[in-house]
């Protein structure tokens, strides 16, 4: 079984030194998934299109997870989820 702690990509556009913008992700790791699910809402709000992707693995489980959450009416909303 996989043993990691849940993470989190966040889209950010940052200004490069060129006229362009250039899009990276920022990634966050927390303790655990209750953790990361109180701060959802800062973390949708500093994305750059209010979405985040969350990669976690499930007690009694193998394999990885993935969850990508928005931001509707100011409130987290489970977009899509998934197994790896």
């Known amino acids: 079984m996989a043993k990691f702690r849940p993470y989190v990509f966040t889209n950010i556009v940052r200004k490069a030194w060129n006229p362009s913008e250039i899009e990276s992700q920022d990634t966050k790791e927390f303790k655990t998934y209750r953790e990361l699910k109180r701060n959802l809402v800062e973390l949708l ?4 299109n209010e979405i985040v992707s969350v990669y976690r693995s499930r007690r009694g489980e193998w394999g990885e997870w993935w969850e990508k959450w928005g931001l ?4 987290p909303v489970l977009l899509k989820e998934g197994w790896m």
Do not use: H, V
């Not at 709000?45 to 750059?48: H, M, Q, R, T």
């Open 45 to 48: 709000k500093a994305s750059e």
């Open 72 to 75: 509707l009416n100011d409130k």
